[in-house]
């Protein structure tokens, strides 16, 4: 499973209220990802991370901020929450053979 | 941009039958890599197999094995034996070797395997 770990893995929230995301690795991967996936799509990717405190937009940022202050952190915040952010939340890395591994998901329910 | 279209949103197969999901993908880059992704209903997303575009070779992983079609950008994934436990939806994904690993996926087929 690569050492991924993501917290927590079920939150439900309201509207307007703050939002924050951990994923957490313990193999020292460059390389971080966050992606949301939604009802019958494939994974969008939202932010991604080259280093620390080195972080660049996806195809679908707007509404999504994220941090990394340490090599092992990678996390992603909504500012103010809103219902089209429900949707299900995968952190991944990049290993060392030139693969994508995932972790196990984070479901986030914006009432 | 890239694409990535799997144009099979569902597909069923009898345990030990063989079964073909396709996947074509728009791209102008020469040098890239593709994925097979299963997720189970345990929502783990897990690599299947992986083909970098510079090898002619179809990649292999025991029942698992590809086509790829670099000239008409094609890459399907074929399940020899199915069983039960390959239940589960597949995506393909695209990355550019240079992209830093950014994948653009294809939007799944989900597989049921019937005993």
């Known amino acids: 499973d690569a050492g991924i770990t993501q917290s927590p893995r079920h939150k439900v929230t309201e509207t307007g209220t703050p939002v924050t995301l951990r994923c957490h690795q313990t193999?020292?991967?460059?390389?971080m990802y966050w992606y949301r996936q939604d009802p019958g799509h494939g994974l969008r990717l939202i932010h991604y991370s080259y280093g620390v405190k080195d972080t660049d937009k996806g195809e679908v940022s707007d509404g999504y901020s994220v941090s990394r202050s340490k090599t092992e952190d990678f996390l992603l915040t909504l500012e103010s929450a809103t219902s089209s952010q429900t949707s299900v939340y995968f952190c991944a890395i990049w290993g060392g053979r030139d693969e994508q591994f995932f972790g196990p998901g984070t479901r986030l329910t914006v009432l | 941009a890239q694409t990535v279209t799997q144009s099979q949103p569902e597909m069923s197969v009898q345990e030990a039958e063989t079964v073909t999901l396709s996947c074509t993908y728009d791209?102008?880059?020469?040098?890239?890599?593709l994925f097979w992704y299963k997720q189970p209903p345990s929502r783990q997303m897990i690599l299947v197999i992986r083909?970098?575009?510079?090898?002619?070779q179809n990649a292999t992983e025991n029942r698992f094995s590809v086509n790829f079609q670099k000239a008409a950008k094609s890459f399907s994934l074929k399940i020899s034996d199915s069983q039960l436990g390959d239940t589960a939806m597949y995506f393909c994904?695209?990355?550019?070797?240079?992209?830093?690993?950014?994948?653009?996926f294809g939007d799944g087929t989900t597989l049921t395997v019937k005993p």
């Open positions: 791209t102008s880059e020469n040098n890239y890599y």
């Open positions: 994904a695209f990355i550019f070797n240079t992209n830093a690993g950014k994948s653009t």
């Open positions: 083909q970098e575009a510079y090898k002619q």
């Open positions: 193999e020292n991967h460059r390389y």
